[in-house]
């Protein structure tokens, strides 16, 4: 059977990189016939990178499989005409933040049996939407593909065999690896420490005042910012305001006693 698809399985994301297609090998077990090899040959088209807290779109994937003579012939000895179902296909996202298993229903469309060779049909679907939770890099593999097969005649009915499954396994020494992806941190949770995002952090010398960036008070010394608060200028203000009029008491006191002496 050969296998070729395009979708993305997470939906929106960044460049989207040319897919690399990808050649898996099946062993499916048919009714009458028994074992039938099977190869799957995949081709991707998924972005490279995908961001975390937001939820990929259900994107379509479409593919065909091909099957060899010995099924042709068993569907038409069973009496089956044309051939239609469902393809179920397991896969898994090896994510950062743990495996997450995916089903892909896949809709395989009625499809006219050839009258020998090998047997050609398409099937379709969406694949689920995910929403990545933590930074890193993630793979998508495929496994088991379940087959229910649905036979009918010339005239519509089903055929005498009616419904068949056939349960397909990769075969040993393979992973079933599809594509890789890279899961980037949301832009928001990027904000180096320190800041908000667009908001300056206030000023801790009062609320509501300037910070020492803006401040007056800032330019004064050098741009540093270090200048003193507000409330401690003031108070240095009064201080040194009472002292100069104590001062000026004493002076003026003590001239008027001079006074009086030399008069």
Known sequence: MTLTGSGGLFGAGSAVADPVPRTLKYT???????????????????????????????????????????????????????????????????????????????????TDLPESGPLTVPANGTLPSLVPSRPGPAKVT????????????SDGDESRAGKIDAPCDLNSGQ??????????????????????????????????????????????????????PPRAVAAVAAAVGVGAAALGCVWWVRRRRAEDRDG
């Open 142 to 153: 495929v496994g088991k593909i379940d087959l229910h097969l649905v036979l009918r005649g």
């Open 28 to 110: 499916c077990s048919f009714p009458l016939i028994g074992n039938e090899p099977m190869t799957g040959s995949v081709a991707w088209t998924a972005p490279d990178s995908y961001v975390v807290g937001q939820a990929t779109s259900r994107s379509p994937i479409s593919t065909s499989a091909t099957v060899g003579p010995n099924v042709t012939r068993a569907l038409r000895f069973a009496g089956a005409d044309t051939v239609e179902g469902t393809a179920n296909v397991s896969a898994v996202v090896a994510a950062p933040q743990g495996d997450i298993p995916v089903d892909m229903p896949l809709k395989v469309p009625r």
């Open 175 to 228: 992973d079933g690896f599809l594509a890789s992806v890279t899961i980037v941190p949301d832009g928001a949770s990027a904000t180096p420490s320190g800041t908000s995002s667009g908001t300056p952090p206030a000023y801790s010398g009062a609320p509501g005042t300037d910070s020492p960036a803006t401040s007056p008070a800032a330019s004064e010394t050098g741009g540093t910012g270090f200048a003193a």
